[in-house]
């Protein structure tokens, strides 16, 4: 079955850097779109990032929300079936679960990861 399972979330000061996984399974990895999602306590859940056929497009491939864009690089390395998500200069509003993304007749989500910015 398709799977996607998030690691490499935890607690960072502000200004700090984090580096999330997505490790993916069950499908081809290099034939879909993929994206990070995150959802704060209390707010929706918005899009933080997406990335596409990098080879093709080249950075046009890579798009990000306006809160995140300069802070963070989205990234995929294929031959591992892993999209990774860069965090740096971490702010308190930064601080939501994690979740990767993509769609396969259906959007599929992994369990979420916790990032929690504070001092």
């Known amino acids: 079955q398709v799977q996607l399972v998030e690691s490499g979330g935890g607690l960072v000061h502000p200004g700090g850097s984090l580096r999330l996984s997505c490790a993916a399974s069950g499908f081809s990895f ?4 993929m994206k990070w999602y995150r959802q704060a306590p209390g707010k929706e ?5 997406g990335i596409g056929d990098v080879a093709r497009a080249g950075d046009r491939a890579r798009t990000y929300a306006d809160s995140v864009k300069g802070r963070f690089t989205i990234s995929r390395d294929n031959a591992k079936n892993t999209l990774y998500l860069q965090m740096n200069s971490l702010k308190p509003e930064d ?3 994690y ?3 993509t769609y396969i ?3 599929i989500w992994g ?4 990032v929690t910015v504070s001092s």
Not at 45 to 49: H, L
Not at 111 to 114: A, E, L, S, V
């Open 30 to 33: 290099s034939n879909y779109a």
């Open 45 to 49: 859940r918005e899009w933080v990032a």
């Open 105 to 107: 007749y259906k959007i």
């Open 95 to 97: 601080t939501a679960v």
């Open 111 to 114: 369990q979420g990861i916790q």
């Open 99 to 101: 979740y990767c993304n």
